[in-house]
């Protein structure tokens, strides 16, 4: 498993554990493809597919001294009958109760934050999110640190339609 495969497999298990998803037969993720800055992955969680797409920021910036890996992610779990669900791994803590934002072309989503990952508030604006992703050309993410630093993360969309389109023919 590649280093990248093992933080992102490591991502997806705090994620279950923030939402009380049980993992005990969680299988290792496999990378189906790459398209451009995306890659679509697939794993086996107790049983049922679970698809996602991933991509991190060509460009970081803040002033900070120590930071983790971050990750933009769209996921769809068939069996939990959830699409789209996008949640941005921000490699620090956030600032408690703060916001983060994310700006796609003309479009800007505000995200509720926990410990280290912003999401959606709402199935409707991950929908939102997900369509702007596959059609858009950048996303700049922008947080709050625990310690008061501001950052903002540039990721390129190149590729993110095709991405799109593999897991969500994977997980159907």
Known sequence: MSKKSLKLAIALLVLAAIFKIPVAYAGEPRLMATYGDWEAYVFTENGHKVCYMSSQPKKKQ?????????????THRPANNTRDVFSYITGYTYKSE???????????FALFTQD????????????????AIRNGKEMVITGTSSRGTDTKDTI????????????SEECR
């Open 116 to 131: 280290d990952t912003a999401w959606a508030p709402s199935a409707d604006i991950d929908k939102k999110l997900a369509q």
């Open 62 to 74: 803040g002033n900070y001294t120590k930071r983790g890996e971050p990750f933009a992610l769209i």
């Open 156 to 167: 390129s969309l190149k590729g993110s339609g095709k991405a799109y389109e593999k897991i």
């Open 98 to 108: 703060s916001k983060a934002t994310v700006n796609i072309d003309d479009q800007e």
